[in-house]
C-alpha cells in the first residue's frame, strides 16, 4: 500500500501564503498521476490540482494564478504552493495517488493521506 503524509498546513491571514507537501513512502509515487483535494466544513470532497507523471497540470478555477503544483519524483514528494489565500479555501488538504491523468484529466487514485487542516482568517 502507498502511505501518504501531508504537511505544511496551517493558520494564516488572508492574503497570505502556505506550502504543502505529500511524502509518499513508497517509490510507486513517482510513476503515477497525482491530486490535490480539500473538503471545506459541509462541503464535498473537490479537486484543486492536478499532475501527470510527466509534469502536466490542472487547476481548478477557483485556485487558478494562486496555487502551484509540482512535484519531485526522486524525493517522493509533492507539493502546493498557495498565495494570495483567501477565507474561503479554509479546508482539510488531502494528497491524491495512484491517480490516471487520461485525455488532459485527472481520475482520482486509491490512495489518500491523513490531511492537513488549512484556516485562512478575515
Known amino acids: 500500500q502507498v502511505q501518504l503524509v501531508e504537511s505544511g498546513g496551517g493558520l494564516v491571514q488572508a492574503g497570505g501564503s502556505l506550502r504543502l507537501s505529500c511524502a509518499a513512502s513508497?517509490?510507486?509515487?513517482?510513476?503515477?498521476?497525482l491530486g490535490w483535494y480539500r473538503q471545506g466544513p459541509g462541503k464535498q470532497r473537490e479537486l484543486v490540482a492536478d499532475i501527470s507523471n510527466g509534469g502536466s497540470r490542472n487547476y481548478a478555477a477557483s485556485v487558478k494564478g494562486r496555487f502551484t503544483i509540482w512535484r519531485d519524483n526522486t524525493k517522493n514528494t509533492m507539493y502546493l504552493q498557495m498565495n494570495s489565500l483567501k477565507p474561503e479555501d479554509t479546508a482539510v488538504y488531502y494528497c491524491?495517488?495512484?491517480?490516471?491523468?487520461?485525455?488532459?484529466?485527472?481520475?482520482?487514485?486509491?490512495?489518500w493521506g491523513q490531511g492537513t487542516q488549512v484556516t485562512v482568517s478575515s
Open positions: 513508497t517509490t510507486t509515487f513517482s510513476i503515477n498521476a
Open positions: 491524491n495517488a495512484g491517480g490516471t491523468y487520461d485525455r488532459g484529466s485527472y481520475y482520482r487514485g486509491d490512495y
